[in-house]
């Protein structure tokens, strides 16, 4: 047992010093009244419940041109597509973690680019797919400046014959 707990704890701290790593190469560069929020994705109780143990960071920079995000996904299914999104209340919501999808004008539509969804590829409704290593690496932008009300990130399970739109919340990063 004793050696399970070495192992575990070389394993936070390999996870924690990759996380830190990653954040350095996808941090933005830094601009005169830019402002980067950062934050750790947790799994929810419905990535758990899919036997699920999800990590990463979300990294959200603002600046006066508009708002770009990159994401870096750990423990996902490999191969499998995941949505991302920008959303509107923290992880903790009761009810609701991350609350709805951020959007930067009301009424609708549900959709880049009136909200910031992030993925792998030049797509912005793609979503982010995990590699054979169960990790997804995503991008999204919006010509807009999102306001404090942006306060997460959220990846969604899409279940079969959904779309990136949505879906169960499986994991969350707290923005600050």
């Not at 680019?113 to 992030?118: D, H, K, S, T, V």
């Not at 995503?138 to 959904?162: D, K, L, M, N």
Request: proline letters at 7%.
């Amino acid at each position: 047992m004793e050696m399970s707990k070495k192992r575990a704890g070389r394993r936070a701290g390999g996870t924690l010093l990759g996380l830190a790593a990653m954040a350095a190469v996808i941090a933005p560069a830094s601009h005169a009244g830019a402002s980067t929020a950062f934050g750790r994705f947790t799994t929810l109780p419905a990535g758990t419940d899919m036997g699920m143990e999800i990590e990463g960071i979300a990294l959200v920079n603002r600046t006066a041109g508009g708002t770009s995000g990159r994401v870096v996904v750990l423990g996902l299914e490999p191969g499998r597509t995941y949505a991302a999104h920008l959303h509107a209340a923290a992880c903790d919501n009761p009810g609701n973690p991350g609350g709805g999808h951020y959007q930067d004008h009301t009424p609708p539509p549900t959709a880049p680019p009136n909200e910031l969804w992030f993925s792998s590829t030049s797509d912005p409704t793609a979503g982010i797919t995990a590699n054979r290593a169960g990790v997804a690496v995503g991008r999204g932008s919006a010509e807009w400046v999102a306001r404090a009300q942006a306060r997460s990130v959220v990846i969604h399970f899409i279940p079969t014959g959904g779309t990136t739109a949505g879906g169960p919340k499986i994991a969350c990063a707290d923005l600050s």
